[in-house]
T-cell receptor, first 112, second 111 residues
Framework: DAGVTQSPTHLIKTRGQQVTLRCSPKSGHDTVSWYQQALGQGPQFIFQ???????QRGNFPDRFSGHQFPNYSSELNVNALLLGDSALYLC???????????FGQGTRLTVV | KQEVTQIPAALSVPEGENLVLNCSFTDSAIYNLQWFRQDPGKGLTSLLLIQSSQREQTSGRLNASLDKSSGRSTLYIAASQPGDSATYLCASYSGNTPLVFGKGTRLSVIA
């Protein structure tokens, strides 16, 4: 079992651009959540997907959107990038809502 | 709204010492609490999950306790090693809400 995998590992974007981050959940997990972690802070919840629907959403603007595919993999899209969007983006999967969460290695996004 | 606090923010100990990391939460109506380890620039590794009905969980040199009534959890690390150096995060789950994280405790174990 490869666990939760995220791609890419790192990327650099320019202000105003759009970015797509990808996540494959742990085998058998159908619930995928995305978090943003700024340096020195704990992860902040962006949204959660289950059965291809957004089930919950944190306090993030509409520039942040997502998608879940039939195979449970997920994408996080961020439009009109701001310098403040620079962070580590983490994907987590769980077998059930509230079950043990497993995280990927993260995608480090730098906006210049 | 659940708030999770971790004290201290940073801790430095000599190798071999036993240590305790603290986590407090404001809403005691939690379903579970999870402890994670994070190495610099990396993702989170799950260490222990404590269900609300449990008082403690153990894995190797790690022991986590949960006291819902006081809103506290502790992570005990026995016989610390330099390889234990990392940031330790706790997160609570309260049902129909996402995980709420503390800011973490940065641990340095000095050889």
């Amino acid at each position: 079992d490869a666990g939760v995998t995220q791609s890419p590992t790192h990327l650099i974007k320019t202000r105003g651009q759009q970015v797509t981050l990808r996540c494959s959940p742990k085998s058998g997990h159908d619930t995928v959540s995305w978090y943003q972690q700024a340096l020195g802070q704990g992860p902040q919840f962006i949204f959660q997907y289950y059965e291809e629907e957004e089930r919950q959403r944190g306090n993030f603007p509409d520039r942040f959107s997502g998608h879940q595919f039939p195979n449970y993999s997920s994408e996080l899209n961020v439009n009109a990038l701001l310098l403040g969007d620079s962070a580590l983006y983490l994907c987590a999967s769980s077998l059930v809502q509230g079950g043990e969460a497993f995280f990927g290695q993260g995608t480090r996004l730098t906006v210049v | 709204k659940q708030e999770v606090t971790q004290i201290p923010a940073a801790l430095s100990v000599p190798e071999g010492e036993n240590l305790v990391l603290n986590c407090s939460f404001t809403d005691s109506a939690i379903y579970n609490l999870q402890w994670f380890r994070q190495d610099p620039g990396k993702g989170l590794t799950s260490l222990l999950l404590i269900q609300s009905s449990q008082r403690e969980q153990t894995s190797g040199r790690l022991n986590a306790s949960l006291d819902k009534s006081s809103g506290r959890s502790t992570l005990y690390i026995a016989a610390s090693q330099p390889g234990d150096s990392a940031t330790y995060l706790c997160a609570s789950y309260s049902g129909n809400t996402p995980l709420v994280f503390g800011k973490g405790t940065r641990l340095s174990v000095i050889a």
